[in-house]
């Protein structure tokens, strides 16, 4: 009898200590960088921050990356097929106000603007991608908290497998504890 609450309480813990595990690897897990197979790119998103945080953190990912750099208008329909909803890219007039420059230095050519802009209303500097669907740009405040697109040439290391793994393991050893508890019954 004292044996059997001996190990209802161990198991009661163990159960609890993985259910802590589980929700703080849940909560760390995020998507994966994805490749562009029409130029080799890699892609990520950064934030939501504003825009000037959003290309810091960019910036942070790989040597080289930079809020997002279209192109043309096949890097265009992926990035607007790839990720929904606003995200920050890295056009800007923050420098000179009606002269956009690519944070990545690459010279300016192909645009996506919606129609009406950019309209500077509201001193707005930086670009969205996807406003109000569809893949069109839009100028906007910087201070606005949106994500933003990350883009850099090479993959920063090999991508991280999934915390459902570390998730599978722990249950397994559950699993193999309560039959084990079964059997000794």
Same mark, same amino acid.
């Given at each position: ?22 929700? +703080?690897?849940?909560? &760390? ?23 000037? +945080?959003?290309?810091?953190? /960019?910036?942070?990912? &790989?040597? !080289? &990356?930079?809020?997002? #750099? ?9 990035? $607007? ?18 002269? @956009?420059?690519? #944070?990545? !230095?690459?010279?300016?050519? @192909?645009?996506?603007?919606? /129609?009406?802009?950019?309209?500077? $209303?509201?001193?707005?500097?930086? #670009?969205?991608?996807?406003?109000? !669907? ?33 998730? =599978?393991? @722990?249950?397994? &050893?559950? =699993? ?10």
């Amino acid at each position: 009898m004292f044996r059997d609450q001996c190990e209802d309480q161990i198991m009661s813990k163990f159960l609890s200590v993985m259910t802590l595990v589980a929700a +703080t690897l849940a909560g &760390a897990a995020h998507a994966a960088p994805i490749m562009n197979p029409g130029n080799g790119h890699w892609y990520d998103v950064v934030g939501p921050a504003d825009w000037v +945080t959003a290309e810091a953190a /960019a910036q942070a990912i &790989a040597p !080289g &990356a930079h809020l997002a #750099t279209v192109n043309d208008a096949a890097e265009q329909a992926w990035l $607007a097929a790839n990720f929904s909803g606003r995200h920050w890219i890295g056009y800007n007039d923050i420098a000179v106000e009606g002269t @956009f420059v690519w #944070t990545s !230095g690459e010279t300016p050519g @192909f645009t996506a603007w919606c /129609a009406g802009e950019p309209n500077n $209303a509201g001193n707005e500097d930086g #670009t969205v991608l996807n406003w109000g !669907g569809g893949g069109c740009w839009n100028d906007w405040n910087v201070a606005n908290v949106i994500p933003g697109i990350a883009e850099w040439v090479r993959a920063p290391g090999p991508v991280p497998a999934p915390a459902a793994l570390g998730l =599978l393991g @722990f249950g397994l &050893a559950g =699993l193999g504890m309560a039959m084990r508890r079964r059997m000794t019954r």
